[in-house]
């Protein structure tokens, strides 16, 4: 499989969740190219078993592959827990997780090292972020807290007044009282409910939005390998899916931040 710098990011969710990480790619390389795949015939990843999330993932990254792929990112935190050891090992291009860079960058923010991770169950049963919080920082404390109603609340655009804040207060008050001082929002999903989470964490508590240092490390990456394109270009944005779901495109440009375009619906197999 042959790629150039001209050749495209490929990206992979469930859904569309992970066009809050393409939103941040765009915006932090705006010349480069991105080819995401929305699963949406299968979402959500979050609820299925390891070797389900596992065989999807691979899937998924054969057409990104078959495609001319120069780099992929996988912007699934429950496909980032399961998949992307072996993704990284076997793929014949540079493969990113949204799970290290958050952890990353949610390790120079802490000050007082108490660290919460909010995410899915699959996510947090999978143990990534532990691991990878224990490997980063081994002095830290960390607490982890799944919020499955945060995903159907942000797709219904449910994104603050009372329903919003009181599952905010449910799920999150708990970890608050840890006396947390930074906190990972680990799913693609939960940085449109930050205003909620904010209100009810706290100013003093940083949130940490993964797309934001995922952009960052995939920009450092591509200028390490030399795989950057240099040139001045409209990059172009081709998303397909493998389903249209109901409010797609609301759902879908409130993620992305911009009107949709170049959609179509493929079969990956």
Avoid at 121 to 145: N, V, W
Avoid at 184 to 210: A, E, F, N, W
Avoid at 221 to 250: E, H, P, W
Wanted: charged content about 25%; some cysteine.
């Amino acid at each position: 499989m042959s790629f150039t710098v001209k050749s495209p990011i490929g990206v992979f969710d469930s859904g569309l969740g992970g066009l809050t990480v393409v939103r941040q790619i765009r915006r932090i390389l705006p010349a480069e190219e991105v080819l995401y795949l929305g699963d949406l015939a299968h979402l959500p990843y979050g609820t299925k078993s390891e070797s389900e999330i596992r065989r999807r993932s691979e899937q998924c990254a054969r057409f990104l592959l078959k495609r001319g792929i120069k780099a992929l990112v996988i912007a699934c935190n429950s496909a980032s827990s399961v998949a992307f050891a072996r993704l990284r090992k076997t793929l014949p291009v540079p493969v990113l997780d949204v799970i290290t860079p958050a952890v990353e960058s949610a390790v120079s923010a802490t000050r007082n090292y108490r660290i919460g991770v909010i995410a899915t169950y699959a996510t947090i049963e999978s143990g990534s972020y532990a691991r990878i919080l224990q490997k980063k920082c081994p002095d830290a404390e960390f607490f982890m807290k799944p919020c499955p109603l945060f995903v159907p609340l942000a797709e219904e655009g449910w994104l603050d007044g009372a329903i919003a804040m009181q599952a905010a207060r449910k799920y999150l008050l708990p970890i608050k009282k840890k006396s947390i001082d930074t906190l990972i929002l680990g799913c693609t999903h939960y940085p449109l409910l930050q205003g909620v989470i904010s209100k009810v964490m706290g100013r003093s508590v940083s949130l940490i939005d993964s797309a934001i240092p995922t952009a960052l490390k995939l920009k450092a990456l591509l200028a390490k390998r030399k795989m950057s394109y240099d040139g001045v270009r409209q990059a172009r944005l081709k998303i397909c899916v493998t389903d249209y779901v109901r409010n797609f495109t609301r759902i879908g440009e409130a993620f992305l931040g911009e009107t949709l375009e170049c959609v179509r619906r493929v079969r990956i197999s």
